[in-house]
């Protein structure tokens, strides 16, 4: 059985590859760039070029393959551009597609909720089997906030700092989607992934602080300094709204819940928070030579 992969050189994309590298099975990746992708290939992964804009690109990689993990980055065409793949799939001859969506999907008024709710119910409709991954705040998405933390001491944020949210580790989330390409009886279901816990961004401050081994406070910033910040650096002002729209639904509380799906499905528990800051901190030590007052 050949599995396709999207998103095969991102975050979650290449851990799904890792996982179904241990499960021994037969790996097609969809890449835009074969030369970024050189290291999968060696692995003996078959690479498979494609573009989430060019629907017939994307049948040609699909055909052949009985399942298909759908993910892709952010996007302000998301809706038509999994749509695409969707079609695509369907064209294709795929049985499977395990899609990568987010917590709470349809549920909450947010522009990132409301998409993924539209991919799913066409991925719903196309005749294929289905499984819709819902997961929480990703702990690997802290990442874009370790240089301030380091140089400055601080984690700015325009969520207030007693806010829960159950934060889910990438790499877990990887995992329940391989045993959904791999394995029977996860067809039509949806499975809301969170970690075991629900944490503060004070938390979050505090176990980064333990793991750098430095004091780092966090400090709650406006929300209309935090997107200037932001546009300053570069960022789609589309992606900013959406992403502050679901900043107010977290504020709410929507972002606490926890769920048994992991544990469940994989028989283990989630990673911890704290074990992760102190696995991304050892890892790369040499980038944190110089905390703040040093």
Request: hydrophobic letters at 40%; one cysteine or more; charged letters at 20%.
């Amino acid at each position: 059985m050949t599995i396709l992969v999207s998103g095969a050189t991102g975050n979650i994309g290449g851990e799904v590859i890792r996982h179904l590298l241990e499960r021994k099975a037969s790996i097609r990746a969809l890449v835009r760039d074969r030369q970024k992708a050189a290291n999968l290939e060696a692995q003996g992964v078959e690479l498979a070029q494609g573009d989430f804009n060019q629907p017939e690109t994307l049948e040609a990689a699909l055909r052949g393959a009985e399942t298909a993990f759908l993910v892709m980055p952010n996007d302000s065409h998301q809706v038509r551009l999994e749509g695409n793949f969707i079609d695509a799939a369907t064209r294709a001859g795929v049985h499977h597609v395990v899609k990568l969506s987010v917590l709470r999907s349809g549920e909450l008024p947010s522009t990132f909720q409301q998409w993924h709710r539209q991919i799913e119910e066409h991925l719903e409709a196309s005749g294929m089997t289905w499984t819709h991954l819902r997961p929480n705040m990703l702990m690997q998405n802290m990442r874009w906030f370790i240089e301030t933390m380091v140089q400055q001491g601080a984690f700015y944020h325009s969520i207030a700092g007693d806010t829960p949210i159950s934060h889910i580790d990438a790499r877990d989330v990887a995992a329940v989607a391989a045993l959904c390409l791999t394995q029977s009886g996860h067809e039509n279901q949806a499975y809301a992934l969170t970690g075991a816990e629900a944490i503060s961004f004070e938390q979050v401050t505090q176990y980064f602080a333990s793991a750098l081994s430095q004091s780092l406070q966090f400090i709650q910033v406006a929300p209309a300094d935090m997107k200037a910040a932001r546009l300053a650096n570069g960022e789609p002002e589309w992606y900013l709204d959406a992403e502050a729209q679901l900043f107010e639904c977290w504020q709410s509380g929507a972002g606490a819940m926890i769920t048994p799906t992991y544990s469940d499905l994989m028989q283990r528990s989630p990673n911890t928070f704290e074990s992760y800051a102190r696995e991304y901190v050892q890892a790369r030590t040499q980038n944190f030579q110089s905390p703040a007052g040093a």
